[in-house]
């Protein structure tokens, strides 16, 4: 089983549409998570850190639930700007590890 | 600020070449990451370091190898190329490994073709 993974897409949604991704990890013991965006061609960019509480910015809501081990990206009200790849990010937990693994991105297309 | 410097930004190279891909971070950064993505596909980590003279393997670091003389600069080295290590590289770094402030910072990527 890979240490992340995540639903490759595409999502293809309207301008408008809200819509959710989900991330699996396969460490319980996982410390942090995060979601970064790769826009086509560039680099990846953090989007938001994970609170254990779950967290919000603006039209962007980020869930964890350690229990299934899982992670949620919401966007609500998408622009055409969204689209891009969403990649989620974990730290596994041990020792004096700083990896942090990426999965394979959730690719977003919002059409007008 | 420049941030995390990549250089080059694309290189062909042929099967059994060497080379070094360039990373240096003026940020004074302790960890520094190497990762490849091949097309279509996530980001997997090659090597890290976690301060000058420390680096550890990741996930895929089979042909390459890396050094950290400074805190500034982590270069990764290709022996011996293949055609299976064709992919874009991305340098990275961050500051800190306290949640959640501990934010990655990307260089602009390298193109490497192995022909």
């Known amino acids: 089983r890979k240490e992340v993974e995540q639903d490759p897409g595409p999502f293809n949604v309207p301008e408008g549409a809200t819509v959710a991704f989900n991330c699996t990890y396969s460490n319980s013991a996982s410390q942090s998570f995060f979601w970064y965006r790769q826009d086509c061609r560039k680099e990846p960019k953090l989007l938001m850190s994970?609170?254990?509480s779950g967290n919000e910015d603006g039209r962007f809501t980020a869930q964890l639930n350690r229990a299934s081990q899982y992670i949620s990206l919401l966007i609500r009200d998408s622009k055409l700007s969204d689209s891009a790849t969403y990649l989620c990010v974990v730290k596994p937990a041990g020792g004096a590890t700083n990896k942090l693994i990426f999965g394979t991105g959730t690719l977003l297309a919002v059409q007008p | 600020n420049a941030g995390v410097t990549q250089t080059p930004k694309f290189r062909i190279l042929k099967i059994g070449q060497s080379m070094t891909l360039q990373c240096a971070q003026d940020?004074?950064?302790?960890?520094m990451y190497w990762y490849r993505q091949d097309p279509g596909m996530g980001l997997k980590l090659i090597y890290y370091?976690?301060?000058?003279?420390?680096?550890d393997k990741g996930e895929v670091p089979n042909g390459y190898n890396v050094s950290r003389s400074t805190t500034e600069d982590f270069p990764l080295r290709l022996e011996l190329a293949a055609p299976s290590q064709t992919s874009v590289y991305f340098c990275?770094?961050?500051?800190?490994?306290?949640?959640?402030?501990?934010?990655?910072?990307f260089g602009s990527g390298t193109q490497l073709s192995v022909l």
């Open positions: 940020m004074n950064h302790n960890y």
């Open positions: 990275a770094s961050k500051g800190t490994a306290d949640f959640p402030n501990e934010k990655l910072f």
């Open positions: 994970v609170y254990s």
């Open positions: 370091s976690v301060g000058a003279g420390i680096t």
